[in-house]
């Protein structure tokens, strides 16, 4: 699926996407203005094809030898975007590096041009990346393009299902090729997320909620609960406002929560569990 520059969605002729093509590549929310963003080549050769991948997708990127084009699910992908948590910044000479981590590992982004808008990111907020896979030295790392801070958090929902769904997109191709049993191809060891189920789909957890009708932040906030380590006392509420970061009121959530029976609490008012858990 081909993007053009970074936004318009375009796997192929034969790709069916489950998603609006504003959603490509985060372009499908309202603070993504393209005019503020760089211009890139517009050529559509393999080098210029963006793709939405995790991080652990592009640390297990391989290639047939040092100047060939890194292969992911194998297809050959150039440039790659991903979103994350912005751990680290340091400013060289030469260049910016950063640490950014989204949950199946962390990888180390370098910029070379300053840019003033790269002067806003800020640590432990969630950013956009942009740029292709480079190897210096045995380690993998991103050049990057372009860096932006993410301001609605549902964009990094909408980014791991896009993941999701052009893994499945390539491997099914694959499986069909080879006689496999497609659907049940790797996704939770490929994007490195093991709460997704060996079907391929996301695991029940929306069927479940579904009769529920939670908005986004909600939702956010019972894929939180869900997706830490499950406990008898539950989560804190620390640790589930550090998942769902900021743009989200977790007090009206959980108590909404509370209220319709989806949640309780545990060995105090402040860590919360899941009624599903129980099930």
Same mark, same amino acid.
């Not at 993007?3 to 372009?27: I, L, Q, R, T, V």
């Not at 910029?111 to 740029?131: K, M, N």
């Given at each position: ?20 093509? !504003? ?16 211009? =890139? ?14 991080? +652990?997708? #592009? ?11 890194? +292969? #992911? ?9 991903? =979103?994350?948590? /912005? ?13 950014? @981590?989204?949950?199946? !590992?962390?990888? *180390?982004?370098?910029?070379? @041009?300053?840019?003033?808008? /790269? ?19 045995? +380690?993998?790392?991103?050049?990057? %393009? ?5 301001? &609605?958090?549902? @964009? ?16 099914? +191709? ?34 479940? /909620?579904?009769?529920?009708? /939670? ?14 380590? @499950? ?13 769902? !970061?900021?743009? #989200? ?5 959980? &108590?909404?929560?509370?209220? *319709? ?17 129980? %099930?």
């Amino acid at each position: 699926m081909a993007y053009d520059a970074f936004g318009k969605p375009g796997y192929g002729p034969d790709f069916n996407s489950a998603f609006s093509p !504003g959603m490509g590549g985060g372009a499908g929310f309202n603070e993504y203005d393209q005019s503020s963003q760089p211009s =890139v080549d517009r050529q559509q050769g393999a080098g210029n094809k963006l793709r939405p991948v995790t991080i +652990k997708q #592009i640390l297990n990127a391989s290639q047939v030898h040092a100047d060939a084009e890194f +292969k #992911i699910d194998g297809v050959e992908v150039g440039q790659v975007t991903f =979103v994350g948590v /912005l751990r680290n910044i340091h400013a060289q000479t030469t260049n910016t590096t950063y640490q950014i @981590e989204d949950g199946t !590992g962390m990888i *180390e982004v370098r910029h070379w @041009e300053h840019i003033d808008a /790269l002067s806003e990111l800020a640590t432990d907020t969630y950013v956009r990346v942009y740029g292709n896979i480079k190897i210096f030295s045995g +380690k993998i790392y991103i050049a990057s %393009q372009y860096i932006r801070t993410i301001k &609605d958090h549902n @964009e990094v929902h909408f980014h791991f299902l896009e993941a999701i769904a052009v893994h499945l997109h390539f491997t099914q +191709k694959a499986n069909a090729v080879n006689g496999a049993n497609a659907p049940g191809y790797g996704t939770s060891n490929a994007l490195g997320y093991n709460n997704i189920s060996s079907n391929g789909a996301a695991n029940s957890l929306e069927q479940k /909620l579904a009769e529920y009708s /939670l908005t986004p932040a909600q939702m956010t906030v019972m894929q939180a609960i869900h997706s830490a380590p @499950e406990t008898n006392e539950g989560v804190h509420v620390r640790q589930l406002a550090q998942s769902v !970061g900021p743009g #989200i009121d977790l007090t009206a959530v959980t &108590d909404f929560l509370q209220q *319709e029976g989806i949640i309780y609490t545990t060995i105090d008012e402040n860590h919360f569990k899941s009624v599903l858990q129980d %099930q």
